[in-house]
């Protein structure tokens, strides 16, 4: 018999927490180095982010997509790309909302 899904979320976890562990271990200074996530928008840590082709995915991500992929809820990652669309708009969307406050902040 196959693993519950709930087993499957357990061990994705610990594998995604014990990569970050693992890139931190290896060189520190990731700890300080942050990217744009193509799969949530927001700006993270590159610490336990995995490239996938064209896409690179912060850790929360890649917990998303390898969870994803074992519990064969799609094939690939372009599937969770297409999925996470809306939340990297919103993302945009805060933001260019903070920027224009920023500014407004600047003038005044």
């Known amino acids: ?12 976890q610990l594998v995604a927490e014990q990569m970050v562990k693992d ?3 290896e060189n ?3 700890a300080d180095e942050y990217f744009e996530c ?4 927001q700006t ?3 610490a336990g982010s995995i490239q996938y082709g064209d896409y690179r995915l912060c850790n929360d991500c890649v ?5 994803g992929l074992a519990m064969k809820k799609f094939d690939d990652i372009q ?16 933001f260019i909302k903070k920027e224009e406050e920023r500014k407004k902040h600047l003038d005044n």
């Open 79 to 94: 599937a969770l790309i297409d999925a996470m669309e809306d939340n990297r708009l919103e993302e945009f969307c805060e």
């Open 38 to 41: 193509d799969c949530c928008g």
């Open 1 to 12: 018999m196959g693993k519950t899904n709930e087993e499957i979320i357990a061990e994705m």
């Open 63 to 67: 917990l998303l997509a390898e969870t």
């Open 44 to 46: 993270k840590c590159l």
């Open 23 to 25: 890139d931190l271990e």
């Open 28 to 30: 520190p200074d990731l």
